[in-house]
């Protein structure tokens, strides 16, 4: 089994900045790619940042220059770093990975439990 487990998520004002951590751990040969995505309600989940295992990164249009993935390879964490957090940013936050679990395995995503993200004043 995989697990994913994320935590960092809160209640921040408008501006302030918030750390998202995710550890993967369980049975795994090789992480190929590991981010978040986020869904806020009544809104379809989409992509916010991820970052390869040879540590190419993308970003959704809406947080580059404000969110800055980051890993810890050894240990098999991710961090999203969000800075300048705007009332949309508000969202549940789901960590992935996509990875194998033996060498012989096939490529499959994976998914934490989730992590709610409000931005209010």
């Known amino acids: 089994q995989v697990q994913l487990v994320e935590s960092g998520g809160g209640l921040v004002q408008p501006g302030e900045s918030l750390r998202l951590s995710c550890a993967a751990s369980g049975s795994i040969f090789s992480i190929y790619a590991m981010g978040w995505y986020r869904q806020a309600p009544g809104k379809q989940r989409e992509l916010v940042a991820g970052?390869?295992?040879?540590?190419?990164?993308n970003y959704a249009d809406s947080v580059k220059g404000r969110f800055t993935i980051s890993r810890d390879s050894a240990k098999n964490i991710r961090y999203l770093h969000m800075n300048s957090l705007k009332p949309e940013d508000t969202a549940v936050y789901y960590c992935?990975?996509?990875?194998?679990?033996?060498?012989?395995?096939?490529?499959?995503?994976?998914w934490g439990q989730g992590t709610q993200v409000t931005v209010s004043s």
């Open positions: 970052i390869t295992s040879g540590g190419t990164t």
């Open positions: 992935y990975a996509n990875l194998k679990q033996t060498v012989a395995s096939a490529r499959d995503d994976y």
